[in-house]
């Protein structure tokens, strides 16, 4: 059973446009809410994370939107451009920060 | 330079045949932790570690084993490995236990035939 439920899957984007990708969870003991990007054949990096008590948070052009009520989550991703196609993961974890679950993963392709 | 290391990057390897992967972090972390990542179900947790000779299991746990003698070191290991456990899998590091970023390593690529 998946504890974070990802969409969209693919998801293509023209330069200077906006992505979004939105992430939901049903466990209300999650504590902590990561995105990270992915590059082909690299590890997941964090990308920026929020916790339960904010609804949103701007690191540059990323923003996560939070909605503690409808347990949902997004990124968005602001004057998106090429070199941000990736794939994203949104996560959650519990318990003082040890057990993870990660969303399914959305391929983000931003064309010129 | 701060990273995660994992050996092998790749491996092809048979059904039955015990094999271990390596993880090595040079960033003094307390936590460490192994993922595989397969399309379609992203990343789901093996196991972790809080601390040396402290493991638990994460949401995917069969058929793997793993031990933290040493601060930076977690290796994986397969005991008899099967088809299934063909995937990539990510090995992590943070520091403390509470909500920090964790640190990944590139990866190791595993087909059992």
């Known amino acids: 059973q998946q504890q974070v439920k990802q969409s969209p899957q693919s998801l293509i984007v023209q330069k200077g446009g906006i992505s979004i990708i939105n992430c939901a969870y049903e466990?209300?003991?999650?504590?902590?809410f990561p995105w990270y990007q992915q590059f082909p054949g690299k590890g997941p990096a964090l990308l920026i994370a929020?916790?339960?008590?904010?609804s949103e948070k701007k690191e540059g052009r990323f923003t996560i939107s939070f909605n503690k009520s409808a347990k949902q989550f997004s990124l968005h991703i602001m004057d998106s451009q090429p070199g941000d196609s990736a794939t994203y993961f949104c996560?959650?974890?519990?318990?003082?920060?040890?057990?993870?679950?990660f969303g399914t993963g959305t391929s983000l392709t931003v064309i010129p | 330079e701060a990273q995660v290391t994992q050996n092998p990057r790749y491996l092809i390897t048979v059904t039955g045949k015990k094999l271990t992967v390596t993880c090595s972090q040079n960033?003094?972390?307390?936590?460490m932790s192994w993922y595989r990542q397969d399309p379609g179900l992203g990343l789901r947790q093996i196991y972790y570690?809080?601390?040396?000779?402290?493991?638990d299991k994460g949401d995917v746990p069969e058929g793997y084993k793993v031990s933290r003698k040493e601060k930076r070191n977690f290796p994986l290991i397969l005991e008899s490995p099967s088809p299934n456990q063909t995937s990539l899998y990510f090995c992590?590091?943070?520091?403390?236990?509470?909500?920090?970023?964790?640190?990944f390593g590139d990866g190791t690529r595993l087909s059992i035939l």
């Open positions: 992590a590091s943070k520091q403390g236990q509470g909500n920090q970023p964790q640190h």
């Open positions: 466990n209300t003991a999650f504590d902590y």
């Open positions: 929020i916790r339960p008590d904010v």
């Open positions: 996560a959650a974890s519990r318990e003082a920060g040890n057990q993870f679950y």
């Open positions: 960033m003094n972390h307390e936590y």
């Open positions: 570690s809080m601390n040396v000779e402290v493991t």
